[in-house]
T-cell receptor, first 111, second 114 residues
Framework: GQQLNQSPQSMFIQEGEDVSMNCTSS?????WLWYKQEPGEGPVLLIA?????ELTSNGRLTAQFGITRKDSFLNISASIPSDVGIYFC???????????FGSGTQLTVLP | DGGITQSPKYLFRKEGQNVTLSCEQN?????MYWYRQDPGQGLRLIYY???????QKGDIAEGYSVSREKKESFPLTVTSAQKNPTAFYLC?????????????FGPGTRLTVT
């Protein structure tokens, strides 16, 4: 099946720093999604992207749909302690009705 | 408030017993999904249902069964045939089949089998 490579696997950053993470795919996706999961909870949708080259923001979060349609990036600016969690990318190709998920980036923000 | 509920939050069972996890949504969503999450891994699709009385196997359906008798409910049964049932189980729902909205997740059920 399709696979998504998400990196980095984990990040330890100081409060106030900016964060970048990305996902790459071996095949083309028509939709890219970014979710955040806090410990013991279900993932929460942060940003949805539907067009190649699209750049979308949600507060301090900005995500981009790569031009090749095989990658996506998530940036978090001026990180704060509540940004801690696991960030997942997910993609959908063509008429597929299910999502393919990356393995997640565990973000730790140090005070 | 509209949302997805999963119960219970924590579930403990002895090996060899079947167990059913509940998922209910009042969002009037057509599609519902079950995922399994293991530490350090992404979400893996177990089963999904696009409409009432219809469902399809996902990537790891072996040892699981589902039913979709009502639009708002999609229970998952973890059978004794599932070799490694201890995991965090997530239910999700989505409004339509195309690009009408995305998947929203419930709070999850952590199943421990000993």
């Amino acid at each position: 099946g399709q696979q998504l490579n998400q990196s980095p696997q984990s990040m330890f950053i100081q409060e106030g720093e900016d964060v970048s993470m990305n996902c790459t795919s071996s095949s083309i996706f028509n939709t890219w999604l970014w979710y955040k999961q806090e410990p013991g909870e279900g993932p929460v949708l942060l940003i949805a992207l539907y067009k190649a080259g699209e750049l979308t923001s949600n507060g301090r979060l900005t995500a981009q749909f790569g031009i090749t349609r095989k990658d996506s990036f998530l940036n978090i600016s001026a990180s704060i302690p509540s940004d801690v969690g696991i960030y997942f990318c997910a993609g959908r190709s063509g008429s597929a009705r299910q999502l393919t998920f990356g393995s997640g980036t565990q973000l730790t923000v140090l005070p | 408030d509209g949302g997805i509920t999963q119960s219970p939050k924590y579930l403990f069972r002895k090996e060899g017993q079947n167990v059913t996890l509940s998922c209910e949504q009042n969002l009037n969503h057509d599609a519902m999904y079950w995922y399994r999450q293991d530490p350090g891994q992404g979400l893996r699709l177990i089963y999904y249902s696009q409409i009432v009385n219809d469902f399809q196997k996902g990537d790891i359906a072996e040892g699981y069964s589902v039913s979709r008798e009502k639009k708002e409910s999609f229970p998952l049964t973890v059978t004794s045939a599932q070799k490694n049932p201890t995991a965090f189980y997530l239910c999700a729902s989505r409004k339509g089949h195309a690009v009408e909205g995305e998947q929203y997740f419930g709070p999850g059920t952590r199943l421990t089998v000993t």
